[in-house]
């Protein structure tokens, strides 16, 4: 009998792995897809800095639609302290965390440079191009907010473990940083790390920092008034 039970377990544990590789594979992909699916849906709403009302709409409705609680999404009051007009506050979220651990911040911002105004994105074959050639497309950082969108589909659907997680998208980037400047660091729920994700291609540019007060611009990524105009006019979602 053990000497069954031993043949055996070799070809039980091959065909465990077998199975985990495969849906693994598929768990990678659904991931992709959903990426793919939410960068398109940010993508087509318009929101240079300043004009982040609609796009904040939008994120909402994303993350509300994956499963995101209403009651964990809320806005904070920093379009009344930055000194030019400003259509709403930063969006943050909090997911509890579902085993103990620091919490985690990954952030990225809502808004687009003014060339992006007008932008018609389209898929065609593996990449995301914008119809209109006389704007940019907007993928910085729009990619960045498909990025945590995806992040908390993937948590909440695949039911991973993860400690709490604060998901931060700042406005008014692109003309000052204003969002992250007047950011009240108690917002931020005591954050140990934070992931920024911001660029026209997300997986090139993550920078981890340890939170401190945002208005100290040494605290900002770059620590620069960022007023470039600058943009591209596609994209891999991929």
């Given at each position: 009998?053990?000497?069954?039970?031993?043949?055996?377990?070799?070809?039980?544990?091959?065909?465990?792995?077998?199975?985990?590789?495969?849906?693994?594979?598929?768990?990678?992909?659904?991931?992709?897809?959903?990426?793919?699916?939410?960068?398109?849906?940010?993508?087509?709403?318009?929101?240079?800095?300043?004009?982040?009302?609609?796009?904040?709409?939008?994120?909402?409705?994303?993350?509300?639609?994956?499963?995101?609680?209403?009651?964990?999404?809320?806005?904070?009051?920093?379009?009344?302290?930055?000194?030019?007009?400003?259509?709403?506050?930063?969006?943050?979220?909090?997911?509890?965390?579902?085993?103990?651990?620091?919490?985690l911040l990954f952030s990225?911002?809502?808004?687009?440079?003014?060339?992006?105004?007008?932008?018609?994105?389209?898929?065609?074959?593996?990449?995301?191009?914008?119809?209109?050639?006389?704007?940019?497309?907007?993928?910085?950082?729009?990619?960045?907010?498909?990025?945590?969108?995806?992040?908390?589909?993937?948590?909440?659907?695949?039911?991973?473990?993860?400690?709490?997680?604060?998901?931060?998208?700042?406005?008014?980037?692109?003309?000052?940083?204003?969002?992250?400047?007047?950011?009240?660091?108690?917002?931020?729920?005591?954050?140990?790390?934070?992931?920024?994700?911001?660029?026209?291609?997300?997986?090139?540019?993550?920078?981890?920092m340890t939170?401190?007060?945002?208005?100290?611009?040494?605290?900002?990524?770059?620590?620069?008034?960022?007023?470039?105009?600058?943009?591209?006019?596609?994209?891999?979602?991929?």
């Amino acid at each position: 009998f053990d000497d069954q039970v031993s043949n055996v377990q070799p070809l039980v544990f091959l065909f465990v792995s077998v199975i985990a590789f495969v849906m693994l594979l598929i768990a990678i992909r659904s991931v992709f897809l959903a990426l793919k699916g939410v960068l398109m849906t940010v993508l087509s709403v318009e929101g240079v800095t300043g004009e982040e009302q609609a796009i904040a709409a939008t994120v909402t409705g994303a993350l509300t639609k994956v499963g995101v609680p209403a009651s964990a999404i809320r806005f904070d009051e920093v379009d009344k302290k930055i000194p030019v007009p400003t259509q709403t506050g930063n969006l943050i979220v909090e997911l509890p965390g579902t085993r103990p651990g620091p919490r985690l911040l990954f952030s990225s911002h809502l808004d687009t440079v003014l060339l992006c105004r007008g932008a018609k994105p389209v898929r065609k074959g593996d990449r995301v191009v914008n119809e209109n050639s006389t704007s940019a497309l907007g993928g910085d950082a729009r990619s960045g907010c498909a990025v945590l969108i995806t992040l908390a589909e993937t948590l909440i659907k695949h039911a991973l473990p993860h400690p709490p997680i604060t998901l931060l998208f700042t406005v008014r980037e692109e003309s000052g940083l204003h969002g992250a400047r007047e950011l009240d660091p108690k917002d931020l729920g005591g954050a140990a790390m934070c992931f920024n994700v911001d660029s026209t291609h997300a997986a090139k540019r993550w920078t981890c920092m340890t939170p401190r007060p945002l208005n100290d611009p040494t605290s900002v990524p770059g620590g620069r008034d960022n007023t470039h105009c600058s943009g591209t006019n596609s994209m891999d979602p991929a």
